[in-house]
């Protein structure tokens, strides 16, 4: 979810150039700074001679300030040029396209076609067509405008460019891969290739890629970007933070285009460090950077802010679906919506059984997730164990592998699960510690849950527990520790059916000890809880106090013709 690359929108002060200290006339510092792709020196030596009416030799000046104003990526002084040279009685017609192509720059869609429309016919005028019915999901003229594509370089790399948009990056890869067969001399396109391959996540070979345009090109803000997104996705965020440095330098001591794309993604390789003073301004100049913030809330639990975030966006990528399943999941969670669910089980289910990411891990999690929503947890586990070696160690994975292990009567490999959880933030879940609690139980290890509820504060959360360990134990045959919860539970209530319950798990820990399966002292506790029942009843509840009592009559009476003592 990482924009290797992009463009953001950005005005500069013009400064008038100072006087030439060297012997260079005006068109070789214009012709230096071009070359060396210095676009607001150029701007800067245009404006001041055509503002003093300095003669500049035969050149055009317009025309280059419109040039340099357009790389600069300052559109609407490009604009304004262009409809200045458009004034003059003799005005090519082609500035409509150029005009076009500003507004295309600056996503003004409508604006673009409006104006490309007015210049004349040509391959320019289609290929700009062809790319605004995309960004209007205009299929209908976007075929119109395919068909007239040709076998141009510049006709094909406009196509190519659509595939990439489309997400079809294998395609784009092969145009450009049949281009650089025939001009190995257009290095640039080994960055477009790296930008496919590390779309299709084979980073390791976009790096390889990329490393022969910057051999040529060290200082390459593009591609030491996506350089240093590869090494995040291959290695650590510290290891991408390094390969930026360059460019960090660069934003210290000069402006340049790609800033806002830097310190988006350093935002991104410190785990979300500063997001919410970096990201928002770039929710419309960068993608990314709504996805990336709809990660960061999610990651603190600012589930409404998430979805605010993504409740308009129509999913295209695989990404976009996964955000918006797992929104819609918690915020369904969250306020107990069954519409959400559904629609976060439908996004689960489109990436998981699309063919692109079918075999992908994220595709198989997908899946699962899909499958744990229906609650079909066989389902779940044939997805997670497929995936499992490479998610041992992460919490996320162990407690949804446990749960789906429990549901399905695997106790064993979900109480390993969920005892190989560490962080905090999931087991201060409660959902969590009933999981645990019961896997405990079911493994014949009441002891260790009931250790878990002393640990726990006293409050709903304990409560609710208590009643779990209780009504579990007794079910598994864990007679001791049911007797010790419901005992809890009825000085804490005194409802009739935490009696009932302590009732027969009592008279269960009595047989027990007959068939020499619990040993003496739980049977001296059983007496001692029962005893408490009779004095906590006498007055009140006469009736429950006469059963205790009779209760510990018999007990009492077999403990001394079997001669059981008290410790």
Aim: aromatic content about 10%.
């Amino acid at each position: 979810m990482i924009n290797p690359s992009g463009r953001v929108k950005q005005k500069k002060p013009v400064v008038a150039p100072k006087p030439s200290a060297g012997r260079q006339s005006p068109l070789e510092q214009l012709e230096d700074s071009l070359q060396a792709r210095d676009f607001s020196k150029a701007v800067a030596i245009l404006e001041f001679y055509k503002n003093t009416n300095l003669p500049m030799g035969d050149i055009d000046v317009n025309a280059w300030l419109a040039y340099a104003a357009f790389h600069m990526g300052d559109y609407g002084k490009a604009i304004d040029t262009y409809k200045e040279m458009l004034a003059q009685d003799d005005a090519d017609q082609v500035h409509w396209l150029h005009i076009a192509c500003c507004y295309y720059c600056n996503a003004q869609m409508k604006e673009a076609e409006e104006a490309a429309i007015k210049g004349p016919p040509s391959s320019l005028q289609n290929r700009l067509l062809f790319h605004i019915a995309h960004k209007f999901n205009d299929e209908a003229k976007l075929m119109n405008y395919h068909t007239k594509l040709q076998d141009t370089i510049e006709d094909q790399l406009s196509l190519a460019a659509i595939h990439y948009f489309r997400n079809h990056f294998q395609e784009a890869t092969d145009i450009y891969k049949r281009i650089l067969m025939q001009s190995r001399e257009y290095l640039a396109l080994n960055v477009y290739v790296a930008l496919c391959y590390y779309k299709l996540d084979y980073y390791d070979v976009s790096n390889e890629v990329l490393n022969v345009y910057l051999q040529a090109h060290p200082d390459s803000a593009v591609a030491i970007n996506l350089k240093a997104c590869n090494q995040y996705r291959l290695y650590t965020g510290k290891v991408a933070e390094a390969e930026l440095e360059v460019l960090v330098k660069m934003q210290a001591t000069a402006f340049n285009v790609e800033h806002h794309v830097v310190n988006h993604n350093l935002c991104v390789f410190r785990n979300g460090e500063g997001a919410l003073q970096a990201l928002p301004p770039l929710l419309d100049v960068i993608p990314e950077a709504r996805l990336n913030l709809v990660v960061y809330h999610l990651r603190n639990d600012n589930i409404t802010d998430a979805y605010e975030l993504l409740k308009n966006l129509e999913p295209v990528t695989p990404q976009e679906y996964i955000l918006k399943a797992v929104v819609n999941a918690s915020i369904g969670q969250q306020i107990d919506s069954r519409e959400h669910l559904k629609l976060a089980q439908q996004h689960f289910q489109l990436v998981g059984g699309s063919a692109s990411e079918c075999d992908t891990i994220p595709g198989r999690q997908c899946m699962a997730s899909c499958f744990f929503l229906l609650r079909q947890f066989e389902d779940v586990l044939v997805y997670l164990k497929s995936i499992k070696a490479y998610f041992l160690t992460d919490d996320t994975f162990n407690y949804t592998y446990g749960i789906a292990c429990a549901a399905t009567g695997q106790w064993n490999e979900a109480e390993e699960c969920l005892t190989a959880i560490k962080g905090d933030k999931t087991k201060a879940e409660y959902s969590f510690t009933s999981w645990l609690v019961r896997t405990y139980i079911m493994n014949r290890h009441a002891k260790k849950a009931w250790d878990h509820y002393l640990k726990m504060d006293t409050n709903n959360e304990s409560f609710n527990t208590l009643q779990l360990i209780a009504h579990d134990c007794y079910r598994a045959g864990s007679f001791y520790y049911s007797a010790k919860a419901f005992d809890v539970l009825e000085r804490l209530d005194g409802a009739a059916e935490y009696w009932d319950g302590k009732k027969g798990a009592c008279v269960g820990v009595f047989q027990q000890v007959l068939a020499n399966k619990e040993p003496a002292d739980s049977f001296w506790d059983v007496v001692k809880m029962l005893e408490q029942s009779v004095a906590m009843h006498q007055q009140d509840k006469p009736q429950i106090a006469a059963q205790a009592e009779h209760i510990v009559g018999v007990m009492k009476k077999y403990a001394k013709e079997s001669n059981m003592k008290r410790k």
